[in-house]
């Protein structure tokens, strides 16, 4: 039973910030689902091996995730076959070009602390106004406003950086 409310709360935790890694890295929300459910197998499966002397949970399952896409990576085998225009008809330069983008943008995401990263995530990926984030984080509204216009500009010098 503890086990189960400690799984339970790990997914909860977490869930939003693996689905939303995932989802900038790939860009295809049924990959990132799939992938995502991946992780937190092996975060059930490996819970026991955690040792919290070494990491923090979230560097814990940062890494298992960051694996798990790398895994990913690896084994699919895209690349033999290219075709020369996609299914939407958007050719494949189309394509690497929006994936390089959303690579970037990823990128200036990650460079977020991890509070300015989940208000971005919540604001813009899942929808939710500032009032809501500001109640789910349990912060003034206009705490949450700040922090989303620091972290808007951080993300804007980071990609003029790049």
């Not at 459910?37 to 975060?43: E, G, L, T």
């Not at 990491?55 to 298992?64: D, E």
């Not at 943008?105 to 300015?116: F, G």
């Amino acid at each position: 039973m503890i086990i189960d409310m400690q799984n339970e709360k790990i997914y909860h935790d977490y869930h939003g910030k693996v689905f939303g890694y995932m989802c900038s890295k790939i860009g295809n929300y049924h990959l990132a689902e799939e992938l995502t459910s991946d992780v937190f197998v092996k975060i059930y499966e490996k819970l026991d091996t955690f040792d919290e002397t070494k990491a923090s949970l979230s560097t814990w399952i940062y890494t298992i995730t960051r694996n798990t896409l790398t895994d990913y990576f690896r084994t699919r085998r895209v690349l033999d076959e290219i075709p020369q225009t996609a299914n939407d008809g958007t050719s494949v330069e189309d394509e690497v070009c929006n994936a390089e983008m959303l690579e970037t943008l990823a990128n200036a995401l990650e460079s977020l602390d991890e509070r300015k990263r989940d208000i971005i995530i919540m604001r813009f990926y899942n929808g939710k106004t500032l009032t809501e984030i500001a109640k789910q984080m349990d912060i003034s509204y206009a705490y949450v406003k700040v922090l989303q216009n620091k972290a808007l500009e951080e993300m804007k010098n980071y990609l003029k950086n790049k």
